[in-house]
């Protein structure tokens, strides 16, 4: 059999496989072997045939890993409106019980419950948004 079906076989099998996997590496490779079944066909030999797939099989690499390392990181979406307010810290206005209360959230005074309604936040007190519930903020003090 000539080296150049080989090639192309192999060239068929990675491509298939890529199909399945979505990898992109195995599709590389499958581009790699058809390279190297145009070299094949030419009639080099065979060291200098696998020489021309090991260099265009790290080129590919080469080309489209910088490429897939920016679509990796990507900076954490940001978050607006109410649900930036969570985790912020809040100072208490008036009492906050498990039904009512007031904290300021930075620079806006916003209707409170308290998270675990068993407790009572005296004013004065610094606490944590863990909930936005409407247009109140459901707090719970720090230790």
């Known amino acids: 059999m000539d080296p150049w079906i080989i090639w192309l076989i192999l060239a068929a099998a990675l491509g ?4 399945f ?9 499958s581009i790699a072997a058809l390279l190297t079944t145009a070299v094949a066909a030419v009639g080099l030999p065979p060291a200098l045939q696998l020489v021309v797939f090991v260099i ?3 080129a590919g690499l080469a080309g489209v890993r910088p490429i ?4 990796i ?10 649900s930036a307010l969570v985790g912020k810290s809040a100072y208490v206005t008036r009492e906050v019980t498990g039904r009512e209360g007031r904290v300021q959230i930075g620079s806006e005074e916003w ?4 998270y675990d309604e068993t407790l009572v936040i005296p ?6 948004v863990i909930e936005i519930e409407g247009a109140t903020a459901l707090v719970y003090p720090r230790e």
Request: aromatic share 2%; proline share 10%; hydrophobic share 45%.
């Open 16 to 19: 298939v496989a890529e199909i």
């Open 21 to 29: 996997t979505l990898t992109a590496s195995l599709g590389l490779l």
């Open 56 to 58: 265009a099989s790290a």
């Open 68 to 71: 897939a390392l920016r679509h």
């Open 73 to 82: 990181k990507q900076p954490p979406p940001k978050r607006f409106g109410v």
């Open 111 to 114: 209707s409170a419950r308290a």
């Open 123 to 128: 004013p004065g007190a610094t606490v944590d």
